[in-house]
């Protein structure tokens, strides 16, 4: 299974609501997690199948979709938030990940 | 806490053995993951074991050439790779599941090991 995120970047401003997008090449249920990574850090679970927050996670991220269409929003987005965000299919063996979309401060 | 050694150099065609040493948690109690990641690139999952039978997944460029096990008594996740290539070239991160059962939830993650694999 294919997951093709966009967009590749996005930049916006410390304050501002940030949209991802996760699009699956086949019928993924909810079998969708989101990952964040900072530059030279690990990656960290932050949704898990499509819309539950992984332990810790601020409400301010949130998940959303099914089938194939799924949407990691930023509500408010914080200086630590500007990374590379990775979702990743768990319907079918093997797992996959998508490209990643990588959020800029503007 | 995950933490993962046995990473270097190899020529291609040449094999290392990686580990994942775990603390913190009942290592027993839940199923692993390795996941890779090449320079200046994206993730890549390459395998899981479940906790319990030992059943195992792969990624397909990895099918038949690595080999995922752990050693529940000493707390040990391992991926033997063989018949190495140059786009295996990447940090390995081993990564804790959901539970018993292989779900490929990745709940925590160790700071990775570099395998380079250049003649």
């Known amino acids: 299974i294919v997951l093709t995120q966009s967009p590749a970047t996005l930049s916006l401003s410390p304050g501002e609501r940030a949209t991802l997008s996760c699009r699956a090449s086949?019928?993924?249920?909810?079998?969708l997690a989101w990952y964040q990574q900072r530059p030279g850090q690990t990656p960290r679970l932050l949704i898990y199948d499509a819309s539950y927050r992984a332990a810790g996670i601020p409400a301010r991220f949130s998940g959303s979709g099914s089938g194939t269409d799924f949407t990691l929003t930023i509500s408010s987005l914080e200086p630590e938030d500007f990374a590379t965000y990775y979702c990743q299919q768990r319907a079918n063996w093997p797992s996959t990940f998508g490209q990643g979309t990588k959020l800029e401060i503007k | 806490q995950l933490v993962e050694s046995g990473g270097g150099s190899a020529e291609p065609g040449g094999s290392l053995r990686l580990s994942c040493a775990v603390s913190g948690f009942t290592f027993g109690r839940f199923a692993m993951n390795w996941v890779r990641q090449a320079p200046g690139k994206g993730l890549e999952w390459v395998s899981a074991?479940?906790?319990?039978?030992?059943?195992?997944k792969y990624a397909d460029p990895v099918r038949g050439r690595f080999t995922i096990s752990r050693d529940n008594f000493k707390n040990t996740l391992f991926l033997q790779m063989n018949n190495l290539r140059a786009d295996d070239t990447a940090v390995y991160y081993c990564?804790?599941?959901?539970?018993?059962?292989?779900?490929?939830?990745?709940?925590?993650w160790g700071q990775g090991t570099l395998v380079t694999v250049s003649s």
């Open positions: 086949h019928n993924i249920i909810t079998y």
């Open positions: 074991i479940s906790s319990s039978d030992g059943s195992t």
């Open positions: 990564a804790r599941d959901s539970g018993v059962v292989m779900t490929a939830i990745l709940h925590s």
